[in-house]
């Protein structure tokens, strides 16, 4: 139902009253917003001294090395969990009980538990072995990081992946095998490649969120992009106070700039999937929130119930 | 086993904590998404902006900047003295509600067309038909989704025990920092947050079983 069918088209006392509503909106809204900045312009947030700092170029450095060790942490956590997650979804699927068991067990039980627990936890048992890991310094942040999201993302990688290949039309499996193909071939050759088609745009989605899910380094004082920003604005005075506002803009430019080029990606890969006549359906762009649809009892998911239907 | 049985007390006080702040977040959030929801199929374009402009922008930023900017922005510049709790709260309803909004969106949208045009040309007024018609209706299929939103809500809230609010991670933080085998701790924390996502995957089950109409 688009938006238009809930209302009439204006006449001309309806065009008077939302010309009259328009106007209240975007006074209360302009007027939060100038709320906002006149308190902190009081506070003295928006001094010129408060953004000279950007001027400095040891700033400059720590911001360009936290954006850098963010998007490390995000390249290779995102690589291992697309891995992490096709292995887990084949395990799922796979005909042997004890492998199927064990894959669900894994999935369901990394899935329910937050991430962020998951990663303070690898950390401290990183930092008790960490001489019997060979470990050195900054990389026991790292690894407890990367392992910790890989976990929990190439388990809701590899239940949109499993979703992706219950939603490949069963002729496709059938005729595979009726050309006398084996197991794996029939996997890799004919059912991944149209499972990863139609999921891409949730698969994509959900590289979104290990992006997000990358600050959590914050709690374990790895040194990514938004701890980098933390120790910037607690350790830098200027006139008596601690420039969070500059620091915290310039910050949420990057993250959002970021998340933003990488879920457009996600939309543009749906809209052309739509477009094509290919015959496999494209799911949703939107962010897969995990958890729930893996405990329901529903077996063959479409991709659009996968997808959690949030967009 | 021994650290579950001698620090009861705190795992009860973690596992409360973790419920109640998941609770009022889950309700700000309900009601923020659904204001925004209403705000974006609205007749008016600031509105409609101001809607697609805070789902866009909290959806895109990662949780933990929102609550760096709750407790160290909100408390010293807009309200000085707010407890952790509530800024944790509105971190976490904030963040949620995008989430909120997108499903009852879409959940309108799966509403037949017909029932808004009976609604119009019965003479309601916009807020009527949404209220009236579309919005109850839309109910039933915004459910399963809201069951997932919620589960991702109760594991983000893990987020609000490293900023010292007593709940779960809080707690397991403070063991593990006392020498207790994190294993265990882990173990039983896990189990804690199982308790609470089966809990709130079976309500919402029955809640679907109750709504349900046969057609």
Same mark, same amino acid.
Not at chain 1, 23 to 38: D, K, P, R, S
Not at chain 2, 29 to 44: D, N, W, Y
């Given at each position: ?21 328009? !106007? $209240? #909106?975007?006074?209360?809204?302009? =007027?939060?917003?100038?709320?906002? /900045? *006149? @308190? ?105 990081? !990367? $392992? #910790?999201?890989?976990?929990?993302? =190439?388990?809701?990688?590899?239940? /949109? *992946? @499993? ?149 | ?215």
């Amino acid at each position: 139902m688009s938006a238009s069918v809930l209302y009439d088209a204006p006449g001309p006392k309806a065009r008077i009253r939302n010309r009259v509503y328009s !106007v $209240i #909106g975007t006074l209360a809204v302009v =007027g939060l917003i100038v709320f906002a /900045v *006149l @308190r902190l312009n009081a506070k003295g947030q928006f001094a010129p001294e408060m953004w000279e700092i950007f001027n400095y170029a040891g700033v400059r450095t720590s911001i360009r090395d936290g954006v850098l060790t963010t998007l490390q942490v995000f390249a290779v956590a995102s690589v291992l969990s697309l891995v992490f997650g096709v292995l887990l979804a084949v395990a799922r699927l796979s005909d042997h009980k004890p492998v199927r068991w064990l894959a669900t067990g894994f999935i369901e039980l990394f899935r329910a538990i937050p991430l962020l627990i998951t990663i303070y936890v690898l950390w401290v048992l990183f930092l008790t072995y960490r001489t019997d890991l060979g470990l050195t310094g900054d990389s026991t942040g790292f690894w407890a990081l !990367v $392992i #910790g999201l890989t976990v929990y993302n =190439g388990s809701v990688q590899a239940e /949109v *992946l @499993r979703a992706g290949i219950n939603s490949v039309p069963r002729g496709q499996r059938e005729a595979a095998y009726a050309l006398g193909m084996s197991k794996t071939q029939v996997m890799t050759t004919v059912l991944i490649p149209q499972a990863v088609r139609a999921m891409l745009p949730t698969i994509i989605s959900q590289l979104v969120v290990t992006l997000k899910d990358t600050s959590l380094g914050y709690v374990i004082t790895y040194q990514e992009l938004l701890f980098q920003l933390q120790q910037l604005a607690s350790n830098t005075v200027v006139n008596d106070d601690n420039p969070y506002i500059p620091v915290i803009i310039v910050g949420g430019v990057i993250y959002i700039a970021m998340c933003l080029a990488l879920s457009s990606l996600a939309t543009w890969i749906e809209r052309r999937g739509r477009r094509a006549k290919t015959g496999i359906p494209v799911a949703d762009a939107a962010q897969p929130l995990a958890a729930a649809d893996a405990l329901d009892p529903v077996d063959q998911p479409g991709p659009e119930q996968a997808a959690g239907k949030t967009g | 086993m021994n650290v579950l049985l001698d620090h009861l007390p705190q795992f009860r006080e973690g596992f409360l904590g973790t419920l109640a702040l998941t609770a009022a977040s889950a309700a700000l959030a309900l009601v923020l998404g659904i204001i925004m929801a209403g705000f974006r199929v609205s007749p008016i374009p600031p509105l409609r902006a101001f809607g697609t402009a805070w789902v866009t922008l909290l959806r895109n930023t990662p949780l933990t900047l929102l609550f760096l900017i709750a407790f160290f922005v909100v408390p010293q510049i807009f309200f000085p003295g707010t407890s952790p709790f509530v800024l944790a709260m509105i971190a976490l309803g904030c963040y949620t509600s995008s989430f909120v909004c997108e499903a009852v969106r879409s959940g309108i949208n799966t509403v037949p067309l017909g029932q808004a045009e009976a609604a119009r040309s019965l003479g309601m007024s916009f807020t009527q038909t949404l209220r009236l018609i579309v919005l109850p209706q839309a109910t039933r299929t915004v459910i399963p989704p809201m069951s997932s939103i919620f589960i991702a809500l109760t594991k983000n809230s893990a987020i609000a025990g490293a900023f010292s609010n007593a709940e779960l991670f809080n707690v397991s933080k403070l063991l593990s920092d006392k020498g207790f085998p994190i294993g265990w701790i882990f173990l039983w924390v896990a189990l804690c947050y199982l308790v609470i996502t089966f809990t709130i995957s079976g309500a919402f089950r029955l809640l679907e079983s109750r709504l349900e109409v046969a057609r």
